[in-house]
């Protein structure tokens, strides 16, 4: 009697995955040399673009003086700003997904989830190196100290980076062929600064906004991200519960959008 066969038969969910993961990994680094190319300083501008706007928006709170027991403000900033332009980059971009990309979807293997996918962890990536770079400094300085809570804050990260690609999901399936949408992924974004509370605390806010603010689970995540990062900051005002749901459900109707978008992909 012979054996069965061992290798990518003998586990399926294993090699498909492994092929994915390099085809994501092709359409990533196909995405970051079209995007920045080798002119000028190169790929390093996936650090820089995040690393300059974060340093700017620190300057200008570095004046200020942090109450007894309260946050740093310059180290609240470096935390909140540089997080948030993840979102703002996955979500702004997300926008022309298809566009720019229809010829990689001759490829049969390549698919319009990978490319999605690929542009987001580009974005992430290139976040996570400027907040690195300008925590590391902030703390040099003394306006921060080590995180608090180090796992917590990457559980933090990674829900506003699951969150912000939920709904870039959705916009890439909702924009394909909808201008009006299109027109509105910018002014959305910029309509969350105020309300994602990535510049302030949520316990800074009275009642009842406090409570109507919390329907957003972008503040939840936030607060988390602080939890993480300060050792003051509580999880008084995160329900793991909710922002989970909003997550799944959020990227739940991504994938629903992006099936639907390539049944209208025609390739010529």
Same mark, same amino acid.
């Given at each position: 009697?012979?054996?069965?066969p ?9 090699h ?10 092709a ?13 000028? /300083? $190169?790929?390093?501008? #996936?650090? =820089?673009? &995040? @690393? !300059? *706007?974060?340093?700017? +928006? %620190?300057?200008?709170?570095?004046g ?7 946050i740093?403000p ?21 926008e ?16 319009v ?8 962890l ?5 976040t996570?190196l ?10 040099? /300085? $003394?306006?921060?100290? #080590?995180? =608090?809570? &180090? @796992? !917590? *804050?990457?559980?933090? +990260? %990674?829900y ?8 870039s ?7 394909h ?23 302030y ?34 999880l ?16 739940f *109707? ?15």
């Open positions: 009697m012979s054996s069965s061992v290798g990518p038969t003998t586990f399926p969910w294993h498909a995955l492994s092929v994915q993961g390099r085809v994501v990994g359409v990533l680094m196909r995405e970051l040399h079209t995007r920045y190319g080798r002119e000028n /300083i $190169g790929y390093l501008w #996936l650090i =820089a673009e &995040p @690393l !300059m *706007l974060g340093s700017i +928006i %620190a300057l200008l709170h570095s200020q003086t942090a109450h007894e027991g309260s740093n310059v180290a609240l900033t470096v935390v909140g700003y540089t997080i948030f332009i993840m979102f703002r980059g996955i979500v702004n971009r997300a022309g997904t298809l566009h720019g990309n229809l010829p990689l979807l001759y490829h049969r293997m390549v698919t989830l990978d490319i999605a996918l690929a542009r987001a580009l974005e992430a990536a290139g996570f400027a907040f690195t770079i300008l925590y590391s400094l902030i703390m040099a /300085i $003394g306006f921060a100290d #080590l995180p =608090a809570r &180090p @796992l !917590m *804050l990457m559980a933090g +990260i %990674a506003i980076f699951f969150f912000s690609f939920g709904i999901t959705i916009i890439v399936g909702g924009t062929d909808n201008r009006l949408l299109e027109r509105l992924v910018h002014p959305f974004s910029y309509f969350m600064i105020p309300l994602s509370a990535a510049f605390q949520v316990s800074w806010i009275p009642e009842p906004y406090r409570h109507y603010l919390l329907y957003n689970p972008f503040p939840q995540m936030f607060e988390l991200v602080r939890y993480g990062a300060f050792d003051t900051a509580t008084e005002y995160v329900d793991f519960t909710y922002i989970t749901g909003w997550t799944l459900i959020l990227n *109707l991504g994938l629903l959008a992006l099936r639907a978008v390539r049944s209208r992909v025609h390739l010529s």
